[in-house]
Nanobody, 116 residues
Framework: QVQLVESGGGLVQPGGSLRLSCAAS????????MGWYRQAPGKQRELVAS???????NYVDSVKGRFTISRDNAENTVYLQMNSLKPEDTAVYYC??????????WGQGTQVTVSS
């Protein structure tokens, strides 16, 4: 059974930081591209950042320079370090595992709220 379990969300003031974690089980983690998506109320889910099996990283323009994605294949975990958070970063953040020829796997989401 595949499970992706996110953690690390919460309430933070503008300018603050959070570190999200996504622990994977039931998959061969190091052959999957891992991604972080977010969905704000009334908006479509968007890709925030991704990291390939080879460590190539990709970010949406709105988070470049503020967010950093990383992975620890030994721990089957992907991280999203979020700095200089803004109110517009408020959303539910989801972890995704994807691989060509396989179904996509999703976590249950973790709420991030940026507010003073």
């Amino acid at each position: 059974q595949v499970q992706l379990v996110e953690s690390g969300g919460g309430l933070v003031q503008p300018g603050g930081s959070l570190r999200l974690s996504c622990a994977a089980s039931g998959i061969i983690f190091n052959i999957y591209t891992m991604g972080w998506y977010r969905q704000a109320p009334g908006k479509q889910r968007e890709l925030v950042a991704s990291i390939t099996t080879g460590g190539i990283k990709n970010y949406v323009d709105s988070v470049k320079g503020r967010f950093t994605i990383s992975r620890d294949n030994a721990e089957n975990t992907v991280y999203l370090q979020m700095n200089s958070l803004k109110p517009e970063d408020t959303a539910v953040y989801y972890c995704q595992a994807r691989r060509r020829g396989s179904v996509d796997y999703w976590g249950q989401g973790t709420q991030v709220t940026v507010s003073s």
